[in-house]
């Protein structure tokens, strides 16, 4: 009887875990998506740079911090009147039986005119 018992909290608590990774994953997504935006919104003003882009998107991504920031960079570019923010991330699994999960995501964002 311990046997199966033991299992089956195995079992229990390992589904528990990659739940819990799941949700902790799909915030650091939101907070990837959230800086991304910022940056490509404070790159849109005609008088700054590529550069503020990437300073706001790094100013939203200390929401995140910690190893799972560690694995997420954010580059910015001016293609004409778009400001495009993209960034490439990779969230370490926490446990060896578990997948890591690595993505790209990128926003965009039109110049404002000189007024």
């Known amino acids: 009887m311990t046997l199966p018992a033991l299992l089956v909290y195995v079992f229990a608590l390992g589904a528990f875990v990659w739940l819990l990774q799941l ?5 650091g997504r939101g ?4 800086a991304l ?3 490509a919104r404070a790159g ?4 700054d740079a590529a ?3 990437e300073e ?6 200390r929401l995140l911090g910690g190893t799972m920031g560690e694995g997420v ?3 910015c570019r001016v293609e004409g009147d778009t400001v495009l923010a993209h960034a490439d991330v990779r969230f370490l699994a926490w446990a060896p039986a578990m997948p890591d999960w690595t ?3 990128t926003a965009t964002s039109r110049r404002t005119p000189a007024p």
């Open 44 to 47: 849109s003003r005609v008088t």
């Open 31 to 34: 907070v990837v998506r959230a």
């Open 103 to 105: 993505f790209s995501i």
């Open 23 to 27: 949700a902790v994953f799909t915030y």
């Open 73 to 75: 960079s954010i580059a």
């Open 37 to 39: 935006d910022e940056g």
């Open 56 to 61: 706001r998107a790094a100013e939203t991504m």
């Open 51 to 53: 550069g503020r882009c």
